[in-house]
């Protein structure tokens, strides 16, 4: 069934979520930066930090919270009032989505906790009235470990929050255990309990490699955001991957009845600019930002893709900022040097070709590969032909 889209809000967490994960500290002037470019995406809400947890977070919340123009920015605090006084002391209450954590299973409760359900509770109705009377009007109960919770918990927690002025309950997927038919369900027995007026967010992270497909079943049990990360970057395996998501709704929306107001042509600026922060690599294979996910070296491929891109490329390599690479290796057959050939005027010419294809694809025993234009360029000088350098990649 196709639904008409909805607008679902994106909250980044790749400034706390994300930079909390070993190896991805950022200094207050790196989070800023980042902070300005995801606002610059489009996105919604942006996570600044846990202003208590240390003294760069804090400071990170200040210079966001007075930079921010179109984009809210949230902190992550514990369901502690000290926690809430100093998130209102570093960022202010204004445009400001403060989070309240809440123990959403006996797990937690029993061995991280050390407190009864009861506790847990009544520390919720307490922080969410405190801040309140404080000026918040944007509060969050996030609820911790909330797919390892049983109803009988998760429904007193979100009723103490809402009758207390909670205006969106997020369900966190702590360990990332969930398979998305039961995170659907669990999504949609929570929107059952909560007004249309309170938002629903899920907060998925990727221990088993669900994280997206959860986020994607949870926009459609009834969820009107989802927090992410740049390039599900986060705790052990990390969070539901902006890049990906903002993917799916632009190419799947209507089938899910979703969409965003994401910029994907800036994503892979945006990522650049991830990595140089936090020194993180490119994986070959990462969906939309990968060193490989518009780049092909098999011979197969490239013969259909030299006449028309769309034979092997359903996602559009410009919509993401990146750009397709044709790459010649010994996987790759005659048709792409021939193509080159063809440009050259000298695709009648079979025995430079069997010279081009020995030397640059049959000769090759490693992963080696040559980009198009440096072997247009190699054959230019080979036979003396002048410029122009660079060659059409397609057929006319």
């Known amino acids: 069934m196709t639904l008409e889209p909805r607008r679902i ?3 980044d967490s790749t400034l706390r979520d994300g930079e909390q994960a070993p190896g991805n500290s950022m200094r207050p002037d790196q989070k800023l930066t980042l902070a300005l470019t995801l606002e610059a995406l489009g996105v919604n809400t942006i996570e600044a930090g846990f202003p208590s947890s240390s003294p760069s977070d804090y400071k990170a919340t200040q210079l966001i919270s007075k930079a921010l123009r179109t984009a809210k920015f949230a902190t992550l605090n514990r369901a502690d009032r000290k926690d809430i006084s100093l998130a209102a002391e570093a960022g202010g ?34 922080s969410v009235k405190f801040a309140r009377s404080l000026g918040f009007t944007d509060i969050t109960l996030g609820i ?3 797919t390892r919770g049983v109803d009988e918990l998760l429904r007193p927690l979100i009723d103490a929050a809402m009758e207390n002025g ?21 999504v949609s027995r929570v929107r059952s309990w909560i007004p249309s007026t309170v938002v629903l967010s899920t907060h998925c992270h990727d221990d088993l490699g669900l994280s997206l497909p959860n986020a994607l079943v949870g926009i459609q049990a009834g969820a009107d955001e989802v927090q992410v990360t740049m390039a599900g970057i986060g705790e052990r395996s990390g969070n539901t991957a902006l890049e990906e998501l903002a993917a799916v709704l ?7 009845g979703a969409t965003t107001q994401i910029k994907t042509e800036g994503l892979y600026e945006a990522f650049k600019l991830l990595s140089g922060a936090i020194g993180l690599p490119s994986q070959r294979n990462k969906a939309i930002l990968g060193d490989n996910a518009f780049a092909t ?23 993401f900022g990146r750009a397709r690479a044709i790459l010649i290796g010994r996987h790759s057959g005659r048709n792409v040097i021939r193509h080159l050939l063809r440009q050259l005027n000298r695709s009648d010419d079979e025995a430079l070709l069997k010279e081009l294809h020995e030397e640059y694809i ?24 002048l410029p122009p350098v660079r060659p059409e990649m397609y057929a006319e």
Not at 168 to 182: F, H, I, Q
Not at 362 to 385: K, P, S, W, Y
């Open 144 to 146: 911790e470990d909330a």
């Open 250 to 256: 632009t190419y799947k929306g209507r089938e899910i």
């Open 9 to 11: 809000s994106v909250f």
């Open 362 to 385: 049959m000769g090759r025993v490693d992963g080696e590969c040559v980009e198009l234009t440096e072997l247009h360029q190699a054959i230019r000088g080979r036979i003396g032909v």
């Open 297 to 319: 070296q098999a011979g197969i491929h490239q013969a259909g893709m030299l006449r028309n891109p769309i034979t092997y490329e359903y996602v559009e390599p410009e919509k």
């Open 166 to 186: 909670a205006t969106t309950v997020a369900l966190a997927d702590t360990t990332g255990c969930m398979y998305p038919s039961e995170f659907g369900d669990l």
């Open 93 to 126: 209450v204004v445009n400001h989505q403060l989070q309240i954590m809440a123990s959403g299973s006996d797990v937690h409760l029993e061995h991280k906790r050390g407190i009864p359900r009861s506790e847990g509770v009544r520390e919720i109705a307490d």
